[in-house]
């Protein structure tokens, strides 16, 4: 379809690669407070880390959705995100 998926995480490098094993699209790594303020990541302080933040921008960088999470459950895997982009696409079509 034409999408492209990035994740972006707190963890250093070599964290960061070993999850990138597991996946097919970019992992940004190294994330700060600023940075993720930036892309309206939801902090979490206390541990200093992105709490599962999710994003479906359009070709213009509209937010077509967004789903936060404070903790791991809720996190959007690549398949769903799929499923999310085919279902706006087909309702952007009726």
Do not use: C, H
Request: charged letters at 25%.
């Amino acid at each position: 379809m034409g999408i492209s998926i990035l994740a972006a995480s707190v963890d250093p490098l070599d964290k960061a690669a070993e999850v990138q094993q597991d996946v097919s699209y970019p992992i940004a790594y190294g994330v700060t407070k600023e940075q993720a303020d930036s892309i309206g990541a939801w902090w979490e302080d206390r541990r200093a880390i992105i709490q599962p933040s999710e994003f479906v921008l359009d070709g213009n960088g509209k937010v077509l959705s967004a789903t936060y999470s404070t903790g791991p459950v809720g996190r959007m895997q690549a398949d769903d995100a799929l499923g999310l982009v085919r279902f706006l696409d087909k309702k952007r079509n009726e």
